[in-house]
């Protein structure tokens, strides 16, 4: 037998077996250097798709507290943060999809198509009704990626369409009550052990406890209550009298915005707090009348009250919600200025970041 002969098993003679494992090689080889040059945008979506925006998420966040994460990221790369700060969550947030199915969360029946058993049985009419509130999609479609059906097809986390770049906003159902402190400390404890890649496009994560609009009473009350949470869980230590320092982030929104409306009374309650001085005094009150011996220090504060004006596209006219929470010390730092640590060891403080 030559070498022109024929190969029972292929029906190709030698010299066309190599030639076509040589052009396979090369086809290989293009591809790998295609990967490589590929931008940021393309190499995650070609591993997981971008949630859509959660529109109703505007008159959600206007009747009731939500919890959920503040991101900010690099200008212009909005896309790539999101792909990217969804594959960590999806690692702290699956737990919580068995939870928030039975608390009504769940899809309806064209959803269920897609969904695990374990989303349990709910009412038809019920799901829709919650499945209209968060706004997400009940097309069908075939199941992406287990990071997907945490983030969109289950409906755990909502992505929030905003009117700044270089931030990014997920909110849970009103209905989950997701601990999202623990699950940012969780977050920072894996990139210090290694087990969590340093992130490239998401700078800084802050965990929304609760949100409410920019009023004077509404803000106390959710200061005071997650004031009251924080000091009487076991867990968390600290000295008397307690340290305390207050952040306060408008990302843009000055007085001069809305000081040609003035005369309309519904813009008095914005006008006043979104005056730094007096913000600060509301929350110092509001932790003073739980702690009574607490102390503002800004050098090395014990507990850290942070509140984030989110700018949320489609905001009715005059008005305006904020995230609050309040975090140990662990979770910020004090130098050179008040904010939420960085999850990358190189990222600057720059004017409008968190």
């Given at each position: 037998?030559t070498?022109?002969?024929?190969?029972?098993?292929?029906?190709?003679?030698?010299?066309?077996?190599?030639?076509?494992?040589?052009?396979?090689?090369?086809?290989?080889?293009?591809?790998?250097?295609?990967?490589?040059?590929?931008?940021?945008?393309?190499?995650?979506?070609?591993?997981i798709?971008?949630?859509?925006?959660?529109?109703?998420?505007?008159?959600?966040?206007?009747?009731?507290?939500?919890?959920g994460?503040?991101i900010?990221?690099?200008?212009?790369?909005?896309?790539?943060?999101?792909?990217?700060?969804?594959?960590?969550?999806?690692?702290?947030?699956?737990?919580?999809?068995?939870?928030?199915?039975?608390?009504?969360?769940?899809?309806?029946?064209?959803?269920?198509?897609?969904?695990?058993?374990?989303?349990?049985?709910?009412?038809?009419?019920?799901?829709?009704?919650?499945?209209?509130?968060s706004?997400?999609?009940?097309?069908?479609?075939?199941?992406?990626?287990?990071?997907?059906?945490?983030?969109?097809?289950?409906?755990?986390?909502?992505?929030?369409?905003?009117?700044?770049?270089?931030?990014?906003?997920?909110?849970?159902?009103?209905s989950?009550?997701?601990?999202?402190?623990?699950?940012?400390?969780?977050?920072?404890?894996?990139?210090?052990?290694?087990?969590?890649?340093?992130?490239?496009?998401?700078?800084?994560?802050?965990?929304?406890?609760?949100?409410?609009?920019?009023?004077?009473?509404?803000?106390?009350?959710?200061?005071?209550?997650?004031?009251?949470?924080f000091?009487?869980?076991?867990?968390?230590?600290?000295?008397?009298?307690?340290?305390?320092?207050?952040?306060?982030?408008?990302?843009?929104?000055?007085?001069?915005?809305?000081?040609?409306?003035?005369?309309?009374?519904?813009?008095?309650?914005?006008?006043?707090?979104?005056?730094?001085?007096?913000?600060?005094?509301?929350?110092?009150?509001?932790?003073?009348?739980?702690?009574?011996?607490?102390?503002?220090?800004?050098?090395?504060?014990?507990?850290?009250?942070?509140?984030?004006?989110?700018?949320?596209?489609?905001m009715?006219?005059?008005?305006?919600?904020?995230?609050?929470s309040?975090?140990?010390?662990?979770?910020?730092?004090?130098?050179?200025?008040?904010?939420?640590?960085?999850?990358?060891?190189?990222?600057?403080?720059?004017?409008?970041?968190?």
């Amino acid at each position: 037998m030559t070498d022109e002969a024929e190969t029972p098993e292929l029906g190709l003679a030698k010299p066309e077996i190599e030639e076509k494992k040589k052009n396979e090689k090369e086809k290989e080889k293009e591809k790998e250097e295609e990967t490589v040059t590929m931008t940021p945008w393309e190499q995650h979506s070609a591993v997981i798709s971008i949630p859509r925006f959660d529109y109703k998420a505007p008159s959600s966040l206007m009747e009731y507290s939500h919890s959920g994460f503040f991101i900010t990221c690099s200008i212009k790369r909005e896309k790539s943060a999101t792909k990217e700060v969804i594959s960590v969550l999806a690692k702290y947030v699956r737990s919580l999809s068995t939870h928030s199915s039975e608390n009504s969360e769940a899809p309806d029946a064209k959803k269920r198509k897609t969904c695990p058993e374990e989303i349990g049985s709910v009412n038809r009419a019920e799901s829709k009704e919650t499945n209209d509130e968060s706004g997400v999609s009940t097309r069908e479609t075939t199941p992406s990626s287990p990071k997907m059906d945490v983030i969109e097809e289950r409906g755990i986390l909502s992505l929030v369409k905003l009117t700044r770049s270089g931030l990014l906003l997920f909110t849970f159902p009103r209905s989950c009550s997701a601990d999202t402190v623990d699950i940012v400390a969780k977050i920072f404890q894996s990139l210090g052990s290694g087990n969590l890649k340093p992130l490239v496009w998401c700078h800084r994560i802050f965990p929304i406890q609760a949100t409410c609009l920019l009023k004077e009473d509404d803000l106390r009350t959710v200061v005071s209550k997650l004031v009251q949470e924080f000091v009487s869980c076991d867990q968390n230590k600290f000295e008397k009298p307690l340290k305390f320092a207050v952040g306060y982030n408008r990302r843009g929104v000055e007085e001069t915005e809305v000081k040609n409306k003035n005369t309309d009374p519904k813009y008095s309650d914005l006008l006043v707090l979104l005056d730094r001085n007096k913000c600060f005094s509301v929350v110092a009150g509001a932790v003073k009348e739980i702690v009574a011996d607490a102390v503002v220090d800004l050098k090395s504060p014990e507990l850290g009250v942070f509140i984030e004006v989110l700018p949320v596209s489609g905001m009715p006219s005059g008005s305006l919600v904020v995230a609050v929470s309040v975090l140990p010390h662990n979770l910020f730092t004090s130098k050179p200025k008040l904010c939420v640590k960085a999850l990358t060891a190189d990222t600057k403080t720059s004017k409008g970041q968190i």
